[in-house]
């Protein structure tokens, strides 16, 4: 029987005075009960717009139905005929604005929580294993594949061309496995052990992985091509090079990026008391910037225990992370500072931060990005009292590559020109994710992988 409640069952969560003070998941999960009785929420349509929504095409209806029928393996296996990750999807794709925002259901009341169902789904998989045995590996099929870097790109790509058969290695800069989901991603939106068991899964696949490899610096992709033998190479290398603001004082200590504050303790722990990674344990932080990056880096300082700040030019409308991150860094004691704009670092006699001076801004007409401008009001300067400033402004794509191999095109933001298939300018050579775009979402740069192990496969299963 239909469930025709207007509202998706909520998900159970950490307090958040409980879990503003440590680092385990918030989000606990459906129960199966929970998962049913959301999965009877579908109304099954006869042309259903979520599937057009998902970058990667995930079957959704069929999924859910299954789900509803209580056959939670065989919906495993429905979703990971499109999605080779989807215990991370579910944890962090923006579903508001692809497949739940395009739910027929959501018209009149809230859309079917597909992201929840993608989840529980995913987390019954790792808890139960494979009900018929482990899936059967593919014969090889002789070809050779590199792909550069192991984020959602690169994983997603290797993924798909191992289950074709391929001989796939990943090479990742990084000692870990996991690109932007170990390093960039805390532990408590999206825990290790899950980014872990899904790397082991396509390891299971045949992806050999090579951790420790700098690509441009320990080899080339030249390199890569000539003298290893791989014949066609994937560049999914992400977007890891921070911005700062150009405003007096950002080289004071205690100003840091947020991909180095992230990396420290995500992918390093440095949160830990056996950690060898140094952090500052700063009182009272300022994040400057309104992304999901923003709130990570919120959400981060808190849990250290500092009094956080989140300092954005425009209004809480116009934050640009998911609405979600925002509320839960609201639950848990972030004060936002909207409508203002930092103009200068302050510093001490020993040159440690000891402020952050802003400027009060006022929203005018849209911009190019749809969005209202921000404009500054004159004499209306203020400070605030923090020990520590995170610049939490965007990353653009990684430059090591775009330096070492000639004949590579790249767009003026740093970015690696691509058609639709994922070719750049060198032929054989596919790029896709943060690479190509500069920073985006998880789902999109596995969706990218995705179109990019199509055309390998296309272009190598002709030879």
Do not use: W
Not at 21 to 48: H, Q, S, W
Not at 62 to 87: H, M, Q
Not at 199 to 228: C, N, Q, S, W, Y
């Amino acid at each position: 029987m239909a469930n025709m409640s207007l509202k998706k069952n909520p998900m159970p969560s950490q307090d958040p005075n409980v879990r503003n003070k440590n680092f385990d998941e918030v989000a606990l999960g459906y129960t199966e009960e929970m998962a049913i009785d959301e999965a009877k929420r579908c109304l099954n349509c006869k042309n259903p717009k979520c599937v057009n929504g998902c970058p990667v095409n995930v079957h959704i209806p069929e999924f859910i139905s299954k789900v509803a029928e209580g056959k939670f393996d065989e919906a495993y296996g429905v979703i990971t005929s499109t999605n080779s990750l989807p215990a991370i999807c579910g944890r962090v794709c923006p579903q508001e604005n692809q497949c739940e925002g395009q739910c027929i259901r959501g018209i009149k009341g809230e859309s079917v929580g597909i992201g929840r169902l993608e989840r529980f789904v995913a987390d019954y998989h790792n808890a139960h294993g494979h009900q018929g045995g482990a899936p059967a590996v593919p014969e090889r099929n002789g070809h050779k594949v590199a792909v550069v870097g192991s984020g959602p790109a690169g994983l997603t790509c290797a993924g798909d061309l191992a289950r074709k058969g391929y001989d796939v290695t990943v090479f990742e800069a990084l000692h870990q496995v996991g690109g932007v989901l170990v390093y960039g991603i805390p532990e408590f939106r999206l825990p290790k052990a899950i980014v872990a068991k899904e790397v082991a899964r396509l390891e299971h696949f045949g992806v050999k992985i090579m951790t420790d490899t700098v690509v441009g610096r320990t080899i080339t992709v030249d390199e890569l091509m000539d003298d290893m033998g791989f014949e066609a190479v994937f560049i999914g290398s992400g977007a890891g090079l921070p911005m700062f603001m150009n405003i007096p004082g950002v080289n004071y200590k205690g100003v840091l990026s947020a991909n180095e504050f992230l990396t420290r303790i995500n992918l390093m722990k440095a949160y830990l008391p056996d950690s060898d990674t140094p952090l500052i344990h700063p009182k009272k932080v300022a994040v400057v910037g309104g992304g999901n990056v923003a709130m990570d880096a919120a959400r981060c300082a808190k849990r250290l225990g500092a009094e956080v700040y989140i300092v954005y030019r425009r209004g809480m409308e116009e934050l640009p992370a998911r609405r979600e991150e925002v509320e839960h860094a609201e639950e848990e004691g972030i004060i936002f500072k909207t409508l203002c704009n930092p103009v200068e670092v302050l510093a001490d006699e020993n040159d440690d931060v000891k402020g952050i001076r802003c400027i009060r801004m006022e929203l005018g007409e849209p911009d190019a990005s749809g969005r209202r401008r921000p404009i500054e009001v004159p004499g209306s300067e203020f400070d605030v009292d923090v020990d520590c400033v995170i610049m939490a402004l965007g990353t653009s794509p990684n430059p090591l590559i775009k330096s070492t191999t000639e004949g590579l095109e790249i767009n003026k933001k740093g970015g690696i020109v691509v058609n639709e298939d994922g070719l750049t300018s060198r032929e054989h050579v596919y790029a896709g994710g943060d690479a190509v775009t500069g920073a985006a979402t998880v789902i999109l740069a596995m969706g990218a992988g995705k179109t990019a192990a199509r055309a390998i496969d296309e272009a190598l299963s002709k030879k």
